[in-house]
């Protein structure tokens, strides 16, 4: 999927190359080839764009290129969850940090937010989650932190609950697609079971670290997060990153009030 002119994944790796990331495993299912083939090298478009002087596009062209052996692809077979897709990968990722980003989470901020993340892991180590305070209607919707201590950007936390009712929720900051843990979560989802939905949920993976030496720290960033998996928030974030682009923004807020215009006309 393209917001404005980049596909979401762009912008996934954008924000990790920024965060000083330089190794990349994919975790796809059937029919995503061409997720491979857009991170690869292409030759013969990139020779015929130098050749009419198109350098703006080469240059967009070269940002999607991945050197070779920095990225790898691996399958999930089962679709069982996202503690089960992050578990896939446990070979690879072996015995070291690491991050998580899901693509359909875009957050745009003047600091990328794994970049302020990868920061704060500096002070804290242990396993670090991003939240973000939600409505109270929408909470049933997301994992959810009990905290222990409230530090401002940094909570600790004291427990994690996977899509609770809102009734029975101990908070309303919610967990979003970005996470920096350690490798004993990884040994964590060996032994889960199908949790919430029928998933293996990587909360529970990462409540079980809570008590560790490690702990779990919650980890509020700056930033506006839109929810690409929904139509609404991926309408939402057109509407941002287009105006938030210097050379649309003119025409493209004039349109928005003359559509608006038009609109309360109507009503």
């Known amino acids: 999927m393209t917001l404005v002119d980049r596909p979401l994944i762009q912008y996934a790796i954008d924000e990790a190359r920024a965060a000083g990331i330089k190794e990349f495993i994919f975790v796809t299912s059937r ?42 692809y691996i399958r999930q077979q089962k679709a069982l969850g996202l503690g089960h897709a992050v578990w896939c990968a446990r070979r690879l990722i072996a015995n070291e940090p690491f991050a998580v980003i899901l693509p359909d989470d875009v957050i745009a901020a003047e600091k990328p937010c794994l970049q302020q993340m990868v920061e704060a892991y500096e002070e804290t180590g242990g396993n670090m989650v991003a939240a973000m305070e939600v409505p109270h209607d929408k909470i049933s919707a997301y994992g959810v932190l009990d905290v222990r201590k409230d530090m401002g950007h940094m909570v600790s936390v004291a427990g994690m609950v996977e899509k609770p009712d809102a009734d029975k929720a101990p908070s ?30 990587l909360t529970d993976s990462i409540a079980a670290q809570i008590d560790e030496p490690d702990g779990v720290y919650g980890f509020r960033f700056r930033g506006q997060r839109f929810d690409c998996g929904s139509k609404a928030g991926f309408l939402q ?29 109507a009503q």
Do not use: C, W
């Not at 029919?31 to 050749?51: N, V």
């Open 237 to 265: 974030a057109t509407v941002a990153f287009g105006l938030a682009r210097e050379e649309l923004h003119d025409e493209f807020a004039q349109y928005l009030r003359e559509m608006t215009s038009i609109r309360n006309a």
């Open 172 to 201: 309303n900051l919610a967990v979003i697609g970005r996470y920096i843990l350690t490798p004993k979560v990884l040994h964590n989802i060996n032994k889960m079971k199908q949790g919430a939905g029928g998933e293996i949920q």
């Open 31 to 72: 029919g995503k080839s061409a997720l491979e083939d857009y991170f690869d090298h292409a030759p013969h478009l990139e020779a015929e764009l130098r050749k009419k002087g198109k350098d703006d596009l080469l240059e967009v062209l070269k940002a999607t290129n991945m050197e070779s052996g920095a990225i790898a």
